[in-house]
């Protein structure tokens, strides 16, 4: 069975950091573009990063560009997200997502499957 | 970046009926690029349709998926209980892939 699993989130102060973590399985996790896409409270969805299946390329929404990075540990099947610098605005419940097919080379593409999602707040 | 306005807002309809649901995105969203995912409370989304027409695995065939030009259409032929929660529009044409507002279906 594919299997993603997020852990990390967590209470945060403005201008506080975190790291977020996504372990898969049931699944070749290296062949795979994987992203984080995220939901504010009572809100839609909005994409946040994406990694490429070697971690050569990697790609973020401008609202987190400088703020967040994407990484991918493949000897562990492991997704992370380090978030600095985090405002109220980054509020969220964070999900990581298997994105597009096998080897594919095309980075933007549809999600499948989520992980149940690790919630984020930043509040003082 | 392709902005998606999905309308309704709200669909009330009651089991059995048909649900449409629509997708209209600001400018054309190239090789069929557009998913739909359905999201119920306290639950991740989930890949209904992708490339506009091809369903996801284990998806049933009351859910297709369609479009004309820029507008894209989820139609569910006869819903059952197991579907009233919100749906969204994904198009992954373009960096940064965009998501619609969402549509709630909601029992009437």
């Known amino acids: 069975e594919v299997q993603l699993v997020e852990s990390g989130g967590d209470l945060v102060q403005p201008g506080g950091s975190l790291r977020l973590s996504c372990a898969a399985s049931g699944f070749t996790f290296s062949s795979y573009w994987m992203s984080w896409v995220r939901q504010a409270p009572g809100k839609g969805l909005e994409w946040v990063a994406n990694?490429?299946?070697?971690?050569?390329?990697?790609n973020y929404v401008n609202s987190v560009k400088g703020r967040f990075t994407i990484s991918r540990d493949n000897a562990k099947n492991s997704l992370y997200l380090q978030m600095d610098s985090l405002t109220a605005e980054d509020t969220a419940v964070y999900y990581c997502?298997?994105?597009?097919?096998?080897?594919?080379?095309?980075?933007?593409?549809?999600?499948?499957?989520w992980g149940q999602g690790t919630l984020v707040t930043v509040s003082s | 970046e392709i902005v998606l306005t999905q309308s309704p807002g709200t669909l009330s309809l009651a089991p059995g009926e048909r649900a449409t649901l629509s997708c209209r995105a600001s400018q054309s969203v190239s090789n069929n690029f557009l998913a739909w995912y359905q999201q119920k409370p306290g639950q991740a989304p989930r890949l209904l349709i992708y490339?506009?027409?091809r369903r996801a695995t284990g998806i049933p065939d009351r859910f297709t998926g369609g479009e004309s030009g820029t507008d894209f259409t989820l139609t569910i032929s006869r819903l059952e209980p197991e579907d009233f929660a919100v749906y969204y529009c994904?198009?992954?044409?373009?960096?940064?892939?965009?998501f619609g507002q969402g549509t709630k279906l909601e029992i009437k």
């Open positions: 490339g506009v027409s």
């Open positions: 990694i490429k299946q070697d971690g050569s390329e990697k």
């Open positions: 994904q198009q992954y044409d373009t960096t940064p892939g965009t």
């Open positions: 997502a298997r994105t597009g097919g096998p080897g594919w080379q095309k980075g933007t593409n549809w999600f499948d499957p």
